[in-house]
């Protein structure tokens, strides 16, 4: 039965040409990912896997667990499932346009999803409370 599991996950999420399963991206406006991979770098355990930096659209893409877009619900975010689009773990070449905030090189693991929802939520408090001081 785990052999079934894992192959529909695989042909859900797609497969790296090297058998892994390729992650999923929450992406989210640059400010708020800033604060968040901020917030996750100091923590306790600092957690954050690779960072994708959109300059054309002004977001900030973590990768995360395969899996996770399924049940992503974060307002202000959104949770896709790469197959592998366009999608490219090494450092360089990049696409035009977005680059590497923390290359996977420099970055451990993909980020856990659920850490990455309270840094989210943290950096968003943050920054509300930042322009309502204004």
């Given amino acids: 039965m785990e052999s079934l599991q894992s192959t529909q996950t695989a042909a859900r999420h797609g497969n790296h040409p090297d058998g892994s399963v390729l992650p999923d991206l929450v992406t989210v406006p ?51 499932q790469t197959s592998g689009r366009g999608l490219r773990l090494v450092a360089s ?5 977005a680059d590497w905030l923390l290359p ?3 970055a451990g693991p993909v980020t856990d999803p659920a850490v990455l ?18």
Avoid: K
């Fill in 104 to 106: 996977p090189d420099d």
């Fill in 93 to 97: 070449p990049r696409a035009e346009g």
């Fill in 30 to 80: 640059a400010r708020q990912g800033l604060e968040a991979v901020d917030i996750l770098r100091r923590g306790a355990a600092p957690s954050v896997g690779p960072v994708l930096h959109d300059d054309a659209s002004d977001t900030l893409g973590f990768l995360v667990p395969p899996g996770t877009a399924d049940g992503w619900d974060m307002p202000g975010s959104a949770c896709t």
């Fill in 117 to 134: 929802r309270q840094a989210l939520g943290e950096a968003a408090r943050l920054i509300e409370a930042a322009d309502n001081c204004r």
